[in-house]
């Protein structure tokens, strides 16, 4: 049995789907039903894209309405693991944020917690029972839908071993390992490095976990087409896109990204549903 937190959020599993009813309270807290009859012998998997506090609570507060009704077979699937970024402390005085979210969710006692494409190893090594799915499904139907093979591009070092592993998946596709500097007090990105000479023209797929601003990308595509690459194409897991996509636009001949965070529309961006490559 399936319980979509979020019921725009689908899998397309052929599970049966757990009807309940959410609200707000006034003071802005969220509340659920669960309105179908459920016992020990359920077992459920709920759904939830967690783009916010909020989101985080109400699965919170689902698990313990399961628990009341005494399921005890409980699994979850998380496809944008929140505050991932926030893995480490870089300056004093900030919080290990991805932790606090990593013990509430554990705190919940569910028996797995699969999350989709997590930034780094931290998260999943902070999380009880936790099943990774790794972007390999992904970034092939992307590769289904572009017209040459391309060279795959690490825009950084924190993405190398991952697109290694994807490159395997792949069957071998060549990898262009790129750099860039960080100021890790204002963030502020320089020194963008592409290792060869001339890449004649070259199909570039640029591919990363998560595209916020999206300055590491604007400034790795300059750096890729300075070096004479071919059309430049982006696959990014999870789209946050939190400045828009004109100035991506201007650069990539064509985006792509999951529907692990909300849609908001954006103008140029091929989603391809978790739902299409998860069996």
């Known amino acids: 049995m399936e319980l979509r937190l979020d019921p725009s959020f689908v ?8 009807h309940f009813e959410c609200s707000i309270f006034p003071g802005g807290e969220p509340h659920i039903r669960i309105l179908d009859e459920l016992g020990p012998d359920a077992e459920v998997l709920i759904t939830h894209r967690i783009n916010s ?5 109400l699965l919170l507060i689902a698990v313990d309405a399961l628990r009341r ?16 970024r926030q893995d480490r402390v870089m300056t ?8 606090v979210y990593a013990q509430l969710i554990n705190n919940l006692g569910v028996e797995d917690v699969t999350i989709f494409d997590p930034h780094s190893d931290v998260v999943p090594a902070l999380l009880d029972r936790c099943t990774v799915l790794p972007n390999h499904g992904f970034v092939s139907s992307v590769v289904k839908r572009l017209s040459l093979l391309p060279v795959l591009v690490s825009p950084d ?8 592993g994807l490159t395997k998946y792949l069957g071998g596709l060549p990898v262009l390992e790129c750099g860039k500097s960080r100021d890790v007090r204002t963030g502020a990105l320089s020194g963008f490095t592409v290792p060869e000479g001339d890449l004649n023209g070259k199909p570039c797929l640029v591919v990363d976990d998560i595209c916020d601003g999206g300055g590491t990308f604007l400034g790795l595509a300059d750096a890729l087409r300075s070096r ?6 982006l696959a990014v897991s999870h789209g946050i896109f939190s400045k828009g996509t004109k100035e ?3 650069r990539f001949d064509r985006l792509f990204t999951t529907d692990s965070i909300r849609s908001t529309d954006e103008v140029g961006v091929e989603r391809i549903t978790l739902g299409a490559f998860i069996h």
């Open 11 to 18: 899998l397309g599993s052929s599970n049966r789907q757990i």
């Open 53 to 57: 506090f909020n989101d985080l609570g």
């Open 69 to 84: 009704m005494r399921v005890e077979r409980i699994r979850v699937f998380i496809p944008y693991f929140p505050a991932a």
């Open 92 to 99: 004093p005085g900030e919080s290990l944020t991805s932790k």
């Open 157 to 164: 070092g924190g993405a190398v071993k991952k697109i290694h």
């Open 228 to 233: 004479n690459s071919g059309p430049l194409f």
């Open 248 to 250: 991506l636009l201007k």
